[in-house]
T-cell receptor, first 114, second 111 residues
């Protein structure tokens, strides 16, 4: 069974530029999550999708971050414009159902904002 | 407000000995707890979980203990192996279904 795929793996941009990350979850997983992991901290949930609907985006900085999952499969997370404090690893995870079902993580995208 | 805390940033253990990783939580609504392991440049991988109706769950060399009155859980690895060297995160969730992760403990198993 293929795991969660993410691209790119690494990205370096200047502040005020825009960037987009892509995630392809495990086939059949209805729930998709985007996390931000800052160095030395645990992953923090940014947004959770159930199929193509948003379940929780309470910690998404909506003035600069946006995410979509148009067909209920792939998802993109965008930052525009980026700030220095956005430097982090962005992790995508998926689960079969929401709730206490195990979340499976992709390898992440390491973003460096200069 | 750090609802899930891992107070030991790092831990070194000799190969073959027991590794004990600790996690404390503050929210009494949490009723399901998980441990994830993370190698460098990889995403976290699920290790073991425990429901609040249990106080122990075992899977091979890994055992998780839950003390609800103390709001404390621990992960025991016996015997520890060099391949267990990684960062371990505990996570907690409740009816909101959102995972809250701790800050992680870096385990180094010395050969």
């Amino acid at each position: 069974e293929a795991g969660v795929a993410q691209s790119p793996r690494y990205k370096i941009i200047e502040k005020r530029q825009s960037v987009a990350f892509w995630c392809n979850p495990i086939s059949g997983h209805a729930t998709l999550y985007w996390y931000q992991q800052i160095l030395g901290q645990g992953p923090k949930l940014l947004i959770q999708f159930q199929n193509n609907g948003v379940v929780d985006d309470s910690q998404l900085p909506k003035d600069r971050f946006s995410a979509e999952r148009l067909k209920g499969v792939d998802s993109t997370l965008k930052i525009q414009p980026a700030k220095l404090e956005d430097s982090a690893v962005y992790l995508c995870a998926s689960s079969l159902v929401p709730g206490r079902d195990t979340q499976y993580f992709g390898p992440g995208t390491r973003l460096t904002v200069l | 407000d750090q609802q899930v805390k891992q107070n030991s940033p790092s831990l070194s253990v000799q190969e073959g000995r027991i590794s004990i990783l600790n996690c404390d939580y503050t929210n009494s609504m949490f009723d399901y707890f998980l441990w994830y392991k993370k190698y460098p440049a990889e995403g976290p991988t699920f290790l073991i979980s425990i429901s609040s109706i249990k106080d122990k769950n075992e899977d091979g060399r890994f055992t998780v203990f839950l003390n609800k009155s103390a709001k404390h859980l621990s992960l025991h690895i016996v015997p520890s192996q060099p391949g267990d060297s990684a960062v371990y995160f505990c996570a907690a969730t409740s009816g909101t279904y959102k995972y809250i992760f701790g800050t992680g403990t870096r385990l180094k198993v010395l050969a």
